[in-house]
C-alpha cells in the first residue's frame, strides 16, 4: 500500500473500502449489468472535504477518478478501473424550506428520497422517471422528467451548486457567483467537478395528480402514435405524457392475450385541477379501446414510480437516444416495426413530447439546448442473458439508424452510451461546444473529470472512444450475418404478398387451417413462414391460436390505401431476382444486366411481357405513384403552371392529380407508343379529356409540345449522363419563354435507399442515381439553371429548372 494511501482513513471523515472489504462489490456494483469495473478504491465521502481530499489523493497518486451519485447512467461512469471512486450516497441530506419553496439537496441523493421529502409540503420540481435515479447524474445532464412542460427541465429549477474542482477549491456557482460555471453545469455533466449540494426552487405540485397508464394493443399502433402526436401539438402545458413500448407484464390487470406481448403504454398526467385533467385527457383515453384505463387520482410520487416495474438493476442494458426535429407517419413506421420485432421482452422505448415551458427558456441561457425539438425517443435495451448481446446491441442500432434522419443531430447525453467526441459536440453545437472547452481549460486543465461524457479541454474534437470502437469490432460478424439475412425476409414477405395473406386477413384473425386450405399451402410449411414474418413485424397470434394481422402486414393487402403488395409481388418476380443474381457482372462491366438476362432492354421487354407480368408491373408502378404524388404535392405549388408536360409519364397518375387539384390547368402526357395506348382509355375515364392529351414522343430526341411546365418524374435516372442531358436538353427546347422544368428524383445523400435503388437501375437499365451537385451539373449541361431544391417527406426530392436563356 502507498506510504500516502495508508495514511487517507485518517484524512476521510467517511470511509475508505478497498478490494479486500466485504462490501467492495456491493459499493461497485452499478445499474448496467454489463460493466463489471474495480476501482482501486472506494471513499465513502460524508463532505465536501472528503470530496477534496479523494481528489487530491488521485491527482497524488496519478490515478483515474470516478464519481458515483446514483450510478444508474448507462456507460457506467460512476466506477473506472483502477479509479479513485468518490461514492456520494451517503451525502443525501435533504432540507425542505416550504416558507420559501426551496429545497438543499445532497449530491448523493436520488429522486425517490428527494419526492418524499417535498411531497411532505405538496412541493416538488421536475425529476426522474426512475426514483433510483441519482438527483446529481440527472440534473447535470438537464434532468427530463413528467413536469417538464409545466415546469422545465430540473437544470431550469436550478438555484445553485456547492461545487468541488480539480484544484480541491470549494466552490459555490450561481447567477450571481462563478456566473459562466453555473453556465455550464447546467446541461455540461460532471466535467467541472463534483457537485456536493443543489439548491432547487420548488413548485407545488400534488399531493394529488391525474395520472396513470392506459395501456394499448398494437394493432393500431401508427394511428395511437399519429393521434398521440397531433394531441400534443396543442395540449396546455399541464399535460405531461409519454407513450412506453413495452412487453406487457404478466400482472392480473393484464388482459391473459396480452401478457408478454408488445402493447404500447401511454403514460398520462395533469398537473392542474383534477376534474379539468379528465376533460382534457378524455382524447388520449378514449382512443381505441385500449387494453387498460389506468388513470385516475394518484400521489405524484407514485406517478414516478410507474416505470419501474420495467426497470430492473443488473441486467445488460445498451442506450440510445435523439432529440427529433419532426415526427412524420414515416419514422412512426419505423417505430411500429422496431417495436413490433423488440428482442427481449425487457426492452422499453419511451416516445416524449417536449414544449411547454421546457421551450420557453432561452437556448442560450444554459449549456444545455435542443429545447426546439418536438420529441425526444429513448431506445432502452435490456436483456438477460450475457450472450446475447450481439443481437440486442445489433437491433437497437438498426432502429436507431432508422430514426436517426428524423433527429434535430442532437443528443440528450443522459441517455446514450460511449458514442465518441463528434456525439458530444453535436449536442451542444459547435458554438456552446468551444465556450465549454474554454470552461473545461479554466477548472479542469488536466482533464481530472474525464469519466462522463467528456469535454477535452482541448480545442479539436474528441475520436471515437475506444470502447465503442471495440464493441463495434466484436458485434461486427452478426451485424453482418443480419444484413445478409436481409434476402430471406425480402423473399418471405414477396411470397406472403404472392399468397394474399394480408386480404384473407381483412375481416379478422384467421387459424392456420383456414389460410393454408384457402392458399392451397402445407398448413405446417405456412406456419412456419408466418412465424418466421412475426418476428419483423408482419402478421401475429392471438390468445386463440388465430393469425391476424398487424400494421405492417396491413399494407400488403391491395385494399389498403397505402398498399405496397403489388411491389411485394413484382419485387419477387422471377425476372427481377434472376437479374439481381447477376449483379456481379454489372459491376464488372457497368451495364445492365438485365440485357443478358431476358436478352433485351428494359422497355422493350416491358413491351413484350405476358398480360400478367404486364399488369402486375402496371399495378405496382400506378400504386407506387400514387404514395410518392401525394408528396410530391404538398411540397410543391403547381398552381400557375399553365400547360404541363409529363414526360415520360407512364400511366400519367402525378400529371392526374396535377390537374385535379387546379381546373385552370391543361396538360399532356408524353410518352413510348407502347405505353400512350394504355393510357388513353384511363385518361377518358378520369373526365380531364378535354384538358389532358396524350402524345407518342420520343424524348431522346425532342418534344412534339411547347409547355410552360415540364414534369420529368423520376425518369432522368433511367438513363446514363449522356442520354439524360439529352432529354434536357429537348425539354429545354419545348420550355416556352418564363418557364420551368421540375425534375422528381432520389438524391444520393448516403441513405441507404439511394445507395440501394441507385444498383437497382445499374442491373436493370445502366442508369444511375445522383447527387445534387451531378444533379446542377447536368442541368449546366443542357442549358438549365437548378434554381431550388425541395424535400418532400418521402425520399423523392424536387429540383426546379430554368433556362438559361431566361
Avoid at 456491493?26 to 469495473?37: A, L, W
Avoid at 442560450?364 to 435542443?370: N, T
Avoid at 450481439?390 to 443528443?411: D, L, N, V
Wanted: aromatic share 8%; net charge negative; hydrophobic share 40%.
Amino acid at each position: 500500500m502507498p506510504a500516502d494511501e495508508s495514511t487517507l482513513d485518517h484524512r476521510i471523515q467517511g470511509s475508505v473500502v478497498r478490494p479486500d472489504d466485504p462490501h467492495y462489490d456491493e459499493y461497485r456494483k452499478v445499474f448496467n449489468g454489463m460493466i463489471d469495473r474495480r476501482p482501486g478504491l472506494i471513499i465513502r465521502c460524508a463532505s465536501s472535504a472528503d470530496v477534496a481530499e479523494g481528489i487530491a489523493h488521485a491527482r497524488r497518486q496519478g490515478l483515474p477518478l470516478s464519481v458515483r451519485a446514483g450510478g444508474h447512467g448507462v456507460t457506467g461512469d460512476a466506477v473506472l478501473d483502477g479509479s479513485v471512486c468518490l461514492d456520494l450516497r451517503p451525502m443525501n441530506s435533504i432540507t425542505i424550506d416550504p416558507d420559501r419553496r426551496l429545497a438543499q439537496v445532497g449530491g448523493g441523493a436520488n429522486w425517490g428520497e428527494f419526492d418524499a421529502a417535498a411531497q411532505k409540503y405538496g412541493l416538488a420540481v421536475t425529476g426522474g422517471r426512475v426514483r433510483g435515479t441519482g438527483v446529481a447524474g440527472l440534473t447535470l445532464g438537464s434532468g427530463s422528467g413528467w413536469l417538464e412542460r409545466k415546469l422545465g427541465l430540473t437544470c431550469d429549477s436550478l438555484i445553485s451548486v456547492e461545487i468541488v474542482t480539480a484544484d480541491g477549491e470549494v466552490r459555490t456557482a450561481s447567477e450571481t457567483e462563478n456566473q459562466e460555471l453555473f453556465w455550464g453545469v447546467r446541461g455540461g455533466g460532471g466535467n467541472f467537478g463534483v457537485v456536493t449540494e443543489f439548491t432547487f426552487q420548488l413548485h407545488p405540485v400534488g399531493p394529488q395528480v391525474l395520472g396513470g397508464l392506459v395501456m394499448y394493443p398494437p394493432f393500431q399502433l401508427a394511428e395511437l402514435i399519429r393521434h398521440f402526436r397531433d394531441f400534443m401539438a396543442t395540449a396546455p402545458d399541464e399535460v405531461g405524457a409519454g407513450l412506453a413500448f413495452i412487453s406487457a407484464p404478466d400482472e392480473p390487470f393484464v388482459p391473459e392475450f396480452a401478457r408478454g406481448k408488445p402493447v404500447v403504454g401511454a403514460v398520462l398526467s395533469y398537473f392542474g385541477p383534477i376534474e379539468e385533467g379528465e376533460e382534457v385527457l378524455r382524447p388520449l383515453r378514449e382512443f381505441g379501446p385500449p387494453v387498460r384505463d389506468m388513470v385516475a387520482p394518484i400521489a405524484y410520487a407514485d406517478l414516478q414510480g410507474l416505470l419501474e416495474p420495467g426497470t430492473h438493476e443488473g441486467m445488460q442494458n445498451y442506450w440510445k437516444a435523439e432529440f427529433l426535429a419532426e415526427l412524420p407517419d414515416e419514422a412512426i413506421d419505423h417505430i411500429v416495426r422496431f417495436t413490433q420485432t423488440v428482442p427481449s421482452r425487457f426492452t422499453q422505448t419511451i416516445l416524449m413530447p417536449l414544449g411547454g415551458a421546457l421551450a420557453r427558456v432561452d437556448n442560450d441561457a444554459m449549456a444545455f439546448g435542443q429545447r426546439d425539438a418536438p420529441f425526444n425517443i429513448h431506445i432502452l435495451s435490456m436483456w438477460e442473458d450475457p450472450a446475447d448481446s450481439e443481437r440486442q446491441i445489433s437491433w437497437t442500432r438498426e432502429f436507431h439508424r432508422a430514426i436517426e434522419p428524423y433527429s434535430t443531430g442532437g443528443a440528450y447525453l443522459n441517455f446514450i452510451g460511449k458514442e465518441g467526441g463528434d456525439r458530444i459536440k453535436a449536442a451542444f453545437g459547435p458554438e456552446k461546444y468551444e465556450r465549454l472547452v474554454e470552461l473545461k481549460r479554466r477548472y479542469d486543465p488536466a482533464n481530472v473529470f474525464a469519466g462522463n461524457q467528456n469535454i477535452p479541454p482541448r480545442a479539436e474534437t474528441a475520436g471515437e472512444e475506444p470502447e465503442e470502437a471495440e464493441q463495434q469490432g466484436h458485434f461486427a460478424p452478426l451485424a453482418v450475418l443480419e444484413l445478409l439475412n436481409g434476402m430471406w425476409i425480402a423473399r418471405a414477405l414477396q411470397v406472403a404478398a404472392q399468397l394474399r395473406i394480408a386480404e384473407r386477413l381483412g375481416d379478422g384473425p384467421r387459424t392456420l387451417a383456414e389460410l393454408a386450405g384457402e392458399c392451397g399451402c402445407d398448413s405446417g410449411a405456412l406456419g412456419r413462414l408466418i412465424s418466421a414474418l412475426s418476428t419483423v413485424g408482419f402478421f401475429a397470434r392471438t390468445g386463440e391460436d388465430k393469425i391476424q394481422q398487424t400494421p405492417l402486414s396491413a399494407v400488403l393487402a391491395d385494399g389498403h390505401p397505402h398498399s405496397v403488395g403489388a411491389v411485394a409481388r413484382l419485387f419477387g418476380s422471377h425476372w427481377q431476382w434472376q437479374t439481381w443474381s447477376q449483379l456481379e457482372y454489372s459491376v464488372r462491366h457497368g451495364k445492365p444486366a438485365l440485357d443478358q438476362v431476358v436478352g433485351t432492354n428494359l422497355p422493350d421487354f416491358l413491351d413484350t411481357m405476358s398480360p400478367a407480368d404486364g399488369a402486375l408491373f402496371d399495378q405496382a408502378m400506378t400504386g407506387l405513384s400514387r404514395f410518392l404524388n401525394r408528396t410530391i404535392l404538398n411540397a410543391y405549388d403547381f398552381s400557375g403552371a399553365g400547360r404541363v408536360a409529363d414526360v415520360s409519364g407512364g400511366h400519367g397518375t402525378l400529371l392526374i392529380d396535377i390537374l385535379a387539384g387546379d381546373p385552370s390547368l391543361t396538360g399532356v402526357l408524353l410518352d413510348r407508343p407502347t405505353v400512350t395506348a394504355k393510357v388513353r382509355e384511363k385518361v377518358r375515364e378520369t373526365g380531364l379529356g378535354d384538358r389532358l392529351d396524350v402524345v407518342d414522343c420520343d424524348y431522346l430526341k425532342s418534344l412534339p409540345e411547347q409547355a410552360d411546365t415540364i414534369v420529368l418524374n423520376r425518369v432522368l435516372h433511367d438513363w446514363d449522363d449522356d442520354s439524360a442531358a439529352g432529354i434536357l436538353r429537348a425539354c429545354r427546347a419545348a420550355l416556352r419563354p418564363g418557364g420551368r422544368i421540375v425534375v422528381v428524383e432520389q438524391l444520393m445523400t448516403g441513405d441507404k435507399r439511394a445507395a440501394f435503388l441507385d444498383l437497382q437501375m445499374l442491373v436493370l437499365r445502366g442508369g444511375r442515381e445522383r447527387t445534387k451537385a451531378e444533379m446542377a451539373g447536368l442541368f449546366e449541361r443542357s442549358g438549365l439553371r437548378l434554381a431550388e431544391m425541395i424535400n418532400t417527406t418521402s425520399p423523392m426530392c424536387l429540383l426546379i429548372g430554368h433556362s438559361l436563356d431566361h
